[in-house]
């Protein structure tokens, strides 16, 4: 059997720009989309390059066990040796920040102080012990800044827990944060493919936390503004040219560490220069319109990554 690229996923809009990218390059590919279904765990898996892009965000799509399904697969696929592209350690950061702060704080990495607690009462004690005026409560598993809220008094946080709109995690893990407040409203996000630096995207924040970069979000999320028009001549999201931090080696090898291939690490400066990194990415996304301005385009990237594993993969077969 010919060796192809599979792509496990479980979300279609956020998966047809890199399969444009594949047919583009003439590469052969097979989605698997693990919202659901069944394999036997005897069976031999087929031969090529495995390539996870399962989010944190499933559950808002209804998807609520697409990560754990994806990790039974995942695990069937590291098992026989297949090449797999963003892993079961992987996975495991995408579905959980606690995961990723340990992981980032591991290889020297500043994060945002950070406490986790279950149930109500023990937020509020989080926030408490946390004993700063200003913090933010967010989501352990998430996506798309999903549960992420601003408070500046535990006043507030407790009509928040005691009201109608309390958004309870879907692993039941809020996280009570240090909120950092940047000089000027913008985060930057660093996208690396196969483990290097590719490109980043300073992204405006003055419309709030909602930060997803696809442009599917325009149509299923509308307060994630990716493709909407914007009040001024700045775009939400815009690729910086001229960029390159000392730290960017630093999360190379995070991610190496961690066996991830392909990720977006989100970070912010405070007021005294301060960087923390605050999430860890591994669905990524890009924005077109910013691609477009700058002349980046990272699906084709990633296709002609995935193309270069295959190629390695059938030439050690031939």
Known sequence: MTAKIFVLHEHNEWTVHLQNRLKELS???????????????????????????????SHTRGHRFAPEY??????????HGRTVINGSRALRLEVSKVNQYMALNESGIATPKTLAAVGRENIVRAAEELGMASFITKHNRAGKGQGVQ?????????????????????????????????????IIRH???????FYAVKVDTSEGFELCPADACSVEDLFCPTEAEQDGPKAKFEILTDYHPDFIEQYETFLRANRIQVAGIEAIQDA???????????NTNYNSDAEAAAGHFGMLQLAQYLGNELGQLETKSA
């Open 27 to 57: 590469l052969p590919y097979e989605l698997w989309h693990l919202d659901e279904g069944h394999f036997d765990l005897s069976s031999q898996p087929p031969e090529g390059v495995f390539y996870s892009r399962i989010s944190a965000s």
């Open 150 to 186: 601003l408070f500046h008094s535990i006043e507030a946080l407790q009509g928040y827990l005691n009201g109608p709109n309390f958004d309870e995690p879907v692993d039941g893990i809020t996280l009570i944060q240090q909120y950092i407040q940047a000089p000027t409203p913008h």
């Open 272 to 282: 005294a220069g301060m960087i923390y990194a605050y999430d860890v990415n591994t």
């Open 191 to 197: 996208e690396f493919i196969d483990g290097n630096f």
């Open 70 to 79: 994806a990790e039974a697969v995942l695990a069937w696929l590291e098992r």
